[in-house]
């Protein structure tokens, strides 16, 4: 009597996406979240020492605890559904059918990759609104944050709250989709190299981690300018649009201000990338594995 087929842990791939982004976010945030403290004070307006210095690193931290897993797995979610329907015959529909085989895969991965980000963007920016104050000594910590964001209420009225919440909503998704944009596409075709050398049929955490590290910090140093804005909206007393804040900074700082904090960023994100692109990979291997 033959025995029954295996079947995987998760057998959805959408599930396996959700569990794997939720895992991959909350340990990336968390091992990392010094040096994004770090490089939040360095690209302050009020400068770093004044932003708090090398003085409690984990503040904020309390934000990043509750956002990171949601904002991860609706990134892989996203990002996984689009991949699979345009890899099932989708690209007709998204007009990629008629372009070059070699060419189809990589533009698939950016546009999933886009879509994912501006979706995960709905729980990343009031986190990060949150969790930057506090970094930055605005203040003490991602609960009083909030709170003095809810204070404003009876002021600037609901609609003032969400807007406040939603602060920089723009940049960062202008910043978040040319991020994607690179690292993602990199990413993947790393990995396709790497099964092809190999005749595998997936990588390991490792070797995805790896991968992840370099497409990350490529990505990090292209789009530090758009982070520096994306901080400064962020931690302004009040409201300032993108251009006239891209202007004053240049007339008072120069260009140079907007390559502060490229060091710590490349570093986070290039350690960023292997240890979220990998615990992304072994916890997708996992719920993939037979039961």
């Known amino acids: 009597m033959s025995s029954p087929p295996s079947t995987a842990k998760v057998e959805s791939p959408f599930a396996r996406a959700l569990l794997a982004g939720a895992i991959a976010g909350t340990t990336v945030d968390l091992s990392l979240y010094p040096i994004d403290t770090l490089k939040t004070r360095l690209q302050s307006s009020t400068g770093f020492y004044a932003s708090g210095g090398f003085r409690g690193i984990y503040a904020g931290v309390g934000s990043a605890v509750i956002g990171s897993a949601p904002g991860a797995a609706l990134f892989f979610v996203t990002y996984e559904s689009i991949k699979s329907l345009l890899k099932q015959g989708g690209e007709a529909d998204m007009g990629l059918a008629g372009l070059n085989g070699e060419w189809s895969e990589p533009l698939a991965h950016m546009l999933a990759a886009s879509v994912g980000e501006v979706a995960a963007c709905a729980v990343r920016v009031p986190t990060e609104v949150v969790k930057q104050r506090a970094q930055a000594v605005q203040q003490p910590s991602s609960l009083a944050a909030l709170r003095y964001i809810l204070s404003q209420r009876a002021e600037i009225g609901v609609m003032g709250v969400w807007r406040e919440m939603y602060r920089g909503w723009n940049i960062t998704v202008m910043r978040e989709v040319p991020f994607t944009v ?14 092809r050398k190999m005749g595998r049929e997936s990588v390991t955490a490792v070797e995805s981690g790896a991968f992840g590290s370099v497409a990350g910090a490529v990505a ?4 530090t300018p758009l982070d520096v804005l994306k901080t400064r909206l962020m931690l302004a007393r009040d409201k300032e649009a993108v251009v006239p804040l891209l202007v004053r900074t240049l007339r008072a700082s120069g260009p140079r201000a907007f390559f502060a904090g490229m060091g710590p960023r490349i570093l986070w994100i290039s350690a960023g990338g292997a240890v979220f692109l990998g615990s992304y990979q072994w916890a997708y291997n996992a719920l993939a594995e037979p039961r």
């Open 182 to 195: 690179i690292q993602f596409p990199l990413w993947e075709a790393l990995k396709e190299w790497r099964r």
């Open 220 to 223: 990090a140093g292209v789009t």
